[in-house]
């Protein structure tokens, strides 16, 4: 894999002071992130850490409460605010895969892809239809356009929705445990699309148990646990070398069985 | 080298279990399948012969079909289907104009084509819009026998249909189509602004090809049809709007809507029929009034869109929380999302009780007789009051109730095709 030189480049995400409560819970506490462009992070952490929380955060399905989120659209920096139009102009950069699929079950995977492009970006309907193919070629289902999501297996399902994301052309894509529900033989076909996703050059940030992934397409690795980001180093020093105690007994659980 | 293989090799392929087939089998199988089984069909075999038998017997061997007065039927043992023969006109159209009672029996059958056509989904588009047009037009002019149509309702649809048509179309369509219907809009616009201005005058376009016959002569079956049919019609989108409402993050309309709905489910129809004929002229200045007609087709709609709303709200609630994520990743708004992903799968859950509901309205209409409405039932009711015909009232419940259970038949049948129309292709 090429090394890509980061420092030069722009930050697309940033995350200041950002902090939030579910009711009494403290589920995100000051956590401070920028992410360039092309950058791939991958966040870890033990369940209840607020790692999904935090990128669920990004394009606002969770609101925070303090602090700061801005995403850079088209050059321009969009600070996150109860503004819709700021809301709606950071999703349609922002495309998000779920561990749960969340395809739409009673539309068609072709429609499935071509209703936000159709609907939100105002695109020909063609023009729509020509890209989701090209995308579902990329995913290597094209074969699959006209079925319905049941119809399909879990890993399909997956390779389905991330191609749904990239239907809308977004500059960043949030991956939350996109392998969590899968079976173990459907793992491999979707980390391999994230893979092939990540070399183009796509800004990620993944939330994943995979530390396989972390270890060969991640740029950083950020651990997080009690709502805090613990610690973040690259992979190799991450893996290798931690330095926080909560770390070495979160990456000595998940990696020896 | 069969022994290094023997451990991997595949199992031969089974034949599944032999299934017994064929009419001895089955009834073996499901009523002879053991000595209290065998008895208990032989019991209630020999019950519902003796009931086919004797029910037989007396509605068509003993029964009367043609006779003068009930007198021919006293004592026969049988049906007195001559009541029926005889006031069949009085059930399905009431008082209406005798000579004209041809035109009910077309609107009956132009409510019945527009109805079977709404029943098939490849007309649920542009076209439905258009058959419930005709049909509703045909229908009332054919009841009414001369209607008068403002001109400004005509601007007002010009109106309506203009944005309906510029909000839906303008991402997919052509420049020449988009352009259409923004001349539609301006042009409904442009008749609404000169006529508030006062440069235009109200006026109407008449179509009077028949002699009028007001709401007051209405009755019978079309009386019936078309309070369910235009009740559910308008209470069904105003049910999901309330639903929809019920749900929003607006403290306000969220508190209208279950406020509304609370208090009409918390009251009878009969009470919510009696405010709507006695109570609310008294509230309304003098020399306005509504028809009592309307105002029984108002109530009936508040009351279906409370029921509606509540079935609806139990399909939004059993969507999953992963689909309102999607949808909301993707940036639809909310219009978006509700038509495209939250309602297509919200009323599929619901078609069954939805359907459920919609049975027991158009049942619940007959209690308009408490307002001096004569529908359907109350018509047959009317049949029984000719001194010439006393005594026999079983025949015309019969016959009422025969009508009823076509129609609520029908709409169950068609809740099953629906469900398995609409969930083709997505089960696997």
Same mark, same amino acid.
């Given at each position: ?8 480049? &722009? ?16 589920? =995100? ?25 935090? $990128?669920?955060?990004?394009?606002? *399905? ?15 920096? $969009? ?56 995308? *579902? ?111 070495? =007994? ?8 | ?128 819009? $258009? ?42 369509? &052509? ?41 007051? *002569?209405?009755?019978?079956? &079309? ?62 200045? &003098? ?20 029921? $509606? ?120």
């Amino acid at each position: 894999m090429a090394v890509r030189n980061l420092n030069s480049a &722009p930050a697309v995400i940033e995350l200041e002071q950002v902090n939030k409560w579910f009711g009494q819970f403290h589920v =995100l506490t000051d956590i401070n992130l920028l992410v360039k462009q092309s950058e791939k992070i991958v966040i870890c952490g033990p369940s209840g850490s607020g790692k999904s929380t935090l $990128i669920r955060c990004i394009n606002r *399905l969770e609101e925070h409460q303090a602090g700061t989120i801005a995403v850079r659209v088209d050059g321009q920096r $969009i600070e996150l605010t109860n503004d819709v139009k700021n809301i709606e102009a950071i999703r349609k950069e922002v495309g998000m895969v779920f561990q749960s699929f969340n395809l739409f079950p009673h539309l068609t995977i072709l429609d499935n892809l071509t209703l936000a492009p159709i609907w939100v970006k105002k695109m020909p309907k063609k023009e729509a239809e020509a890209i989701a193919m090209s995308l *579902l070629e990329r995913v290597r289902i094209p074969e699959q356009a006209l079925k319905y999501p049941g119809q399909l297996s879990g890993g399909q399902q997956q390779r389905v929705a991330i191609a749904r994301a990239l239907c809308m052309r977004p500059q960043i894509m949030l991956f939350d445990e996109p392998t969590s529900a899968l079976d173990p033989e459907m793992v491999k076909e979707v980390l391999d699309v994230m893979i092939e996703l990540a070399n183009e050059g796509m800004t990620m940030l993944v939330v994943t148990h995979e530390m396989g992934f972390a270890r060969s397409v991640a740029d950083r690795v950020i651990f997080m646990d009690f709502g805090e980001i613990v610690e973040q180093a690259p992979p190799a020093e991450f893996f290798a070398n931690p330095r926080n105690e909560r770390t070495r =007994l979160f990456l000595s659980q998940i990696l020896h069985h | 080298m069969s022994q290094a293989t023997e451990a991997g090799q595949v199992a031969p392929a089974r034949l599944p279990p032999t299934v017994d087939t064929g009419a001895i089998a089955w009834l073996r199988k499901n009523l002879f399948s053991s000595v209290g089984n065998s008895l208990t069909t032989i019991v209630l075999a020999g019950l519902l012969v003796w009931l086919a038998v004797w029910f037989i017997d007396w509605a068509l061997l003993k029964a009367t079909f043609q006779a003068e007065s009930g007198q021919a039927c006293v004592g026969t043992g049988g049906a007195c289907w001559a009541l029926i023969n005889d006031k069949l006109r009085l059930i399905f159209f009431g008082s209406f104009p005798y000579e004209e009672q041809w035109r009910p029996l077309l609107a009956i059958l132009a409510m019945i084509a527009m109805l079977v056509l709404s029943c098939d989904r490849r007309m649920w588009n542009w076209r439905l819009a $258009i058959v419930w047009a005709i049909g509703s037009f045909v229908t009332f002019l054919l009841m009414f026998g001369q209607i008068h149509i403002p001109v400004t309702l005509i601007f007002v649809v010009a109106l309506l249909a203009g944005a309906g048509g510029y909000l839906l179309r303008r991402a997919t369509a &052509p420049d020449m189509e988009r352009i259409a219907w923004i001349v539609l809009m301006a042009l409904g616009a442009l008749y609404l602004v000169l006529r508030v201005a006062g440069v235009i005058r109200g006026a109407a376009i008449p179509v009077a090809p028949f002699e009028y016959v007001e709401t007051g *002569l209405w009755g019978g079956l &079309p009386v019936t049809m078309i309070l369910a049919t235009y009740g559910l019609a308008a209470a069904f989108p105003y049910g999901i709007l309330l639903a929809l409402g019920r749900r929003s993050n607006l403290p306000l309309i969220r508190a209208l809507c279950v406020g509304f709905i609370e208090l009409i489910r918390g009251v009878p129809l009969i009470s919510l029929l009696i405010m709507a004929s006695f109570l609310l002229p008294l509230f309304l200045p &003098p020399g306005v009034s509504f028809d009592k007609f309307l105002r029984a087709q108002v109530a009936v709609i508040l009351f279906a869109g409370a029921y $509606i709303a509540e079935v609806v709200r139990g399909g939004l609630q059993s969507l999953p929380k992963g689909q309102f994520e999607a949808a909301d990743a993707m940036g639809l708004n909310y219009a978006q999302k509700t038509a495209f992903i939250v309602l297509p799968q919200a009323l599929r859950v619901v078609i069954p009780p939805l359907i459920n509901t919609f049975i027991g309205f158009f049942k619940d209409t007959t209690l308009v007789l408490v307002i001096g409405i004569f529908d359907f039932l109350n018509t047959a009711n009317a049949a029984l009051v000719d001194p010439k015909w006393a005594g026999f009232p079983g025949e015309v419940y019969l016959f009422a109730a025969f009508v009823y259970f076509c129609f609520c038949y029908s709409m169950s049948r068609y809740s099953k095709y629906l469900e398995r129309e609409l969930n083709k292709g997505t089960q696997r």
